[in-house]
C-alpha cells in the first residue's frame, strides 16, 4: 500500500492525540482512503521534554526545515498554537507544497483568509475543522448539511475551559482559581488561558462560524466580548434560584440583514438544552430559516476529542491526495458584512447591583431606567453585607443601545455601583 507522510507541528495535548490515534486506527483509517498514513516527523520546542507516548520511528526535532525540505512529507498537522510562528511556518510548507491542518482559532480567525488564498494558489488544501469545538463537526457539517439552507443563527457553548469552570463554580461552589487550575492540569485550557477566560478564545471561534454559517468576514473588532473573570459566585447561584444557568455564550445572527455577533456570560434558562452542557462539552445551535433550530454537542476541548476532529481532517486531505482533487476551498471568505446596529439588537437583561442601604435608593434607579424607556421584570434584594444591599433585578426586552446608556446611568448614582449585567435568553 503507497505512504503518506505526515509531519505534525506540537507534540502537546492535540499533537499527542494525533499521533495516538493514527497508530490505533491506521488500520481503519488505511481502509478507508487506501493509503497507509505515517508519522514521519515531529516538531517541538523543547527537545529535552520527556513525552509520555511512543514515537518509535519518528523522528523529533525543532527544526522546521526538516519538514519544509522533506519532498515525502504531504500533509502537515499545526497543533503547536501561537499566531506569529505558526502563520510563518504554514506559509513555508503552503509554499512548499504540503497540505496543512490546523486546530488553531486564533491563527485562522486573524489570517484564515490570506491563508487560504496561499493554498489556493499552491492548490493545497487548508482544513481546521479542530478549530471551532474541539470535537464537534461542526463545520463540515455547517458546509455539507446546511448547504441548501439559510442561517439567520448560530449560538452555543463554544470553550469548553470556561464552561468547565462555570460548571465547577456552581455545582461544586469550586473557587474561580481552583476550576481554572484543574481545566489547566485536564489540558482543555490554552497555553496561556488569558484567551479562554476573557472570551477571546470564544470570541476567535465565533468569527470562524460567522464565515462558515453566514459567508461574512468580522474581526475581533467588530465584537462585543466579556469573559467570564468578573463573574461573581452570588450571581451564579442568584441566577439559578431565578431558574438559569450563567453560560459563555457566542450568538451570531443576522438582524435585518445586518450581522451581529457577540461572545459574554449570558443568563440560559433551565428549560433550555444549553443550560444542561456540563463540563468541557461544548453545543452549537443552528437555526436555518427552513430546517428551523439543529443542535450539535459534544466534548469542546481536550486530547483525544480534538485530535478526532483533526485526523478528519487528515482522512479528508489524503482522499484528495488520492482523487488528485485537493486545493478546494473550505470555506469562502469573499464578503463583507454589515453590523448590526446596537438599537437593532434586543434582548432581556439580568442586572446585579450593591446598593448602599438608605432611603430613596430604588427609586433613583427606577427614574433612569424610565427616563431611558426601560421597564423592570423583577427586583429581588438581599444583604450584601453590614451597609451595602444587593439588588438583582430582571428587565423586559431592550436594545444593547439602551442596556449601554442604563449602566452608565445607574454608575453615576451616588452608593450605587453595578455588579454585573448579563443578557438572558429568551425562553
Ligand atoms: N487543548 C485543546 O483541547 C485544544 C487545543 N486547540 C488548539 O490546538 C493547538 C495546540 O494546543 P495544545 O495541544 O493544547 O497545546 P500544548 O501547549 O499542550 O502543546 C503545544 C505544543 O507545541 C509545541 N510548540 C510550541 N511552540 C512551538 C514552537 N515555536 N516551535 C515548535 N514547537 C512549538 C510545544 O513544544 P514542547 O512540547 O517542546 O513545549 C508543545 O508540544 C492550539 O492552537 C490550541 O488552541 C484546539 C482545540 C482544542
Ligand atoms: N482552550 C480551548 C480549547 C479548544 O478549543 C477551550 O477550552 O475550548
Known amino acids: 500500500m503507497q505512504v503518506v507522510n505526515v509531519g505534525v507541528l506540537g507534540l502537546g495535548t492535540v499533537g499527542s492525540g494525533v499521533v495516538r490515534l493514527l497508530k490505533d486506527h491506521a488500520s481503519k483509517i488505511s ?9 514521519k516527523t515531529i516538531v517541538v520546542h523543547n527537545l529535552d521534554k520527556k513525552r509520555d507516548i511512543d514515537l518509535t520511528g519518528i523522528k523529533v526535532t525543532n527544526d522546521i526545515e526538516e519538514i519544509i525540505n522533506d519532498e515525502e512529507i504531504n500533509i ?41 488564498e496561499l493554498a489556493d494558489k499552491n492548490n493545497c488544501d487548508l482544513f481546521y475543522e479542530a478549530s471551532v469545538a474541539g470535537g464537534i463537526p461542526i463545520l463540515r457539517t455547517i458546509v455539507n448539511s446546511f448547504a441548501a439552507d439559510r442561517i439567520i443563527e448560530v449560538k452555543g457553548i463554544v470553550n469548553g475551559t470556561t464552561n468547565y469552570i462555570l460548571t465547577k463554580m456552581s455545582q461544586n461552589n469550586m473557587p474561580f482559581s481552583e476550576a481554572l487550575k484543574s481545566a489547566q492540569e485536564l489540558g482543555f485550557a490554552e497555553p496561556n488561558p488569558t484567551n479562554d477566560i476573557e472570551g477571546i478564545d470564544a470570541a476567535y471561534k465565533m468569527i470562524i462560524l460567522t464565515q462558515f454559517a453566514f459567508g461574512i468576514n468580522v474581526t475581533l473588532d467588530d465584537i462585543e466580548v466579556e469573559g467570564i473573570n468578573g463573574i461573581d459566585l ?10 438559569y444557568n450563567i453560560k459563555l455564550l457566542g450568538i451570531a445572527k443576522l ?90 439588537v434586543r434582548y432581556p437583561y439580568y442586572i446585579s447591583l450593591k446598593v448602599k442601604d438608605q432611603p430613596g435608593q430604588m427609586l433613583k434607579i427606577t427614574e433612569v431606567m424610565t427616563k431611558l424607556n426601560a421597564s423592570f421584570h423583577l427586583i429581588i434584594q438581599s444583604e450584601y453585607d453590614d451597609t451595602y444591599a444587593r439588588v438583582v433585578m430582571t428587565t423586559h426586552e431592550m436594545s444593547q443601545k439602551q442596556i449601554k446608556e442604563i449602566i452608565i446611568g445607574i454608575e453615576d448614582l451616588e452608593n450605587i455601583n453595578v455588579i454585573a449585567s448579563y443578557k438572558i435568553l429568551p425562553e
Do not use: C, W
Open 31 to 39: 481502509n478507508i482512503t487506501g493509503r497507509k498514513l505515517v508519522v
Open 234 to 243: 452570588a450571581d451564579i447561584k442568584e441566577a439559578k434560584n431565578l431558574g
Open 255 to 344: 438582524v435585518n440583514d445586518r450581522i451581529s455577533v457577540n461572545v459574554g456570560p449570558v443568563l440560559v434558562p433551565e428549560t433550555q438544552p444549553l443550560s444542561a452542557v456540563q463540563n468541557e462539552n461544548n453545543a452549537v445551535l443552528v437555526t436555518g430559516a427552513a430546517v428551523g433550530e439543529t443542535m450539535f454537542y459534544g466534548p469542546g476541548a481536550g486530547e483525544l476529542p480534538t485530535a478526532n476532529s483533526v485526523l478528519s481532517d487528515i482522512i479528508a486531505v489524503t482522499k484528495d491526495i488520492v482523487l488528485e482533487t485537493a486545493g478546494n476551498r473550505f470555506n469562502d471568505f469573499s464578503r463583507e458584512g454589515k453590523q448590526a446596529l446596537p438599537e437593532e
Open 76 to 116: 502537515v498537522v499545526e497543533v503547536m498554537g501561537t499566531v506569529a510562528t505558526a502563520k510563518r511556518y504554514i506559509e513555508l510548507l503552503l509554499s512548499a507544497g504540503k497540505h496543512i491542518i490546523t486546530a488553531n482559532k486564533d491563527l485562522i480567525a486573524t489570517y484564515g483568509s490570506e491563508l487560504a
